[in-house]
């Protein structure tokens, strides 16, 4: 089975993990060749890492490489009411760590090791497409709470990507996209 890691924000970390967010589309990388379903980056049965923000602040244990870590977190939490976790890493992982400046704040999820990763998801679908053919209940699947929002779901998403993507792929220029659906397995 293929594992690859996939960046989420914290706010969708939470949504996968509660369940209201079970798609998410991802641009196709190379646009001037032809796309076909076979080439795409996560195949069905892969199983994705969700990787969101952490911050390690310090040693957990005395041997076997294991930290203390607290996720999800775009400032330095206070440290009364924080409920950190004991990870250990692998080798590989305790020694790049150990060699970040800036081991002990808040990191982007981008730099997050597969050791740390709470949330594990599986792709059962993959579609590609242009992304405004986006349906209104895909856009619904792809995190929105109808509770919160009177807008419909499409109008919803179109803000969403362009707050995330308008520098490199906008709504408006409508690029191909990976339309991925998926499942948690483990968390």
Same mark, same amino acid.
């Given at each position: 089975?293929?594992?690859?890691?996939?960046?989420?924000?914290?706010?969708?970390?939470?949504?996968?993990?509660?369940? =209201?967010? =079970?798609?998410?589309?991802?641009?196709?990388?190379?646009?001037?060749?032809?796309?076909?379903?076979?080439?795409?980056?996560?195949?069905?049965?892969?199983?994705?890492?969700?990787?969101?923000?952490?911050?390690?602040?310090?040693?957990?244990?005395?041997? /076997?490489?294991?930290?203390?870590?607290?996720?999800?977190?775009?400032?330095?939490?206070?440290?009364?009411?924080?409920?950190?976790?004991?990870?250990?890493? =692998?080798?590989?992982?305790?020694?790049? %760590?150990?060699? %970040?400046?800036?081991?002990?704040?808040?990191?982007?999820?981008?730099?997050?090791?597969?050791?740390?990763?709470?949330? %594990?998801?599986?792709?059962?679908?993959?579609?590609?497409?242009?992304?405004?053919?986006?349906?209104?209940?895909?856009?619904?699947?792809?995190?929105?709470?109808?509770?919160?929002?009177?807008?419909?779901?499409?109008?919803?998403?179109?803000?969403? %990507?362009?707050?995330? /993507?308008?520098?490199?792929?906008?709504?408006?220029?409508?690029?191909?996209?990976?339309?991925?659906?998926?499942?948690?397995?483990?968390?």
């Amino acid at each position: 089975m293929k594992e690859k890691p996939i960046l989420m924000r914290t706010e969708n970390y939470k949504k996968c993990a509660d369940g =209201t967010k =079970t798609q998410t589309r991802r641009i196709c990388r190379n646009p001037d060749k032809p796309i076909r379903l076979i080439d795409a980056p996560c195949p069905v049965g892969t199983h994705l890492w969700v990787k969101e923000p952490f911050w390690i602040n310090g040693l957990w244990g005395l041997a /076997n490489n294991g930290v203390k870590v607290c996720y999800g977190y775009d400032n330095p939490p206070k440290q009364n009411g924080i409920v950190w976790e004991g990870v250990r890493l =692998t080798d590989e992982e305790y020694k790049k %760590w150990w060699k %970040w400046k800036n081991r002990y704040k808040i990191h982007s999820g981008m730099f997050m090791f597969k050791s740390l990763a709470r949330l %594990w998801l599986e792709v059962t679908d993959v579609r590609i497409e242009r992304l405004q053919e986006i349906s209104e209940a895909d856009a619904q699947a792809e995190g929105l709470d109808i509770t919160k929002y009177a807008t419909p779901p499409r109008t919803w998403f179109r803000e969403l %990507w362009d707050s995330i /993507n308008k520098d490199r792929a906008s709504w408006e220029s409508n690029p191909w996209v990976w339309a991925y659906t998926f499942k948690r397995v483990r968390q």
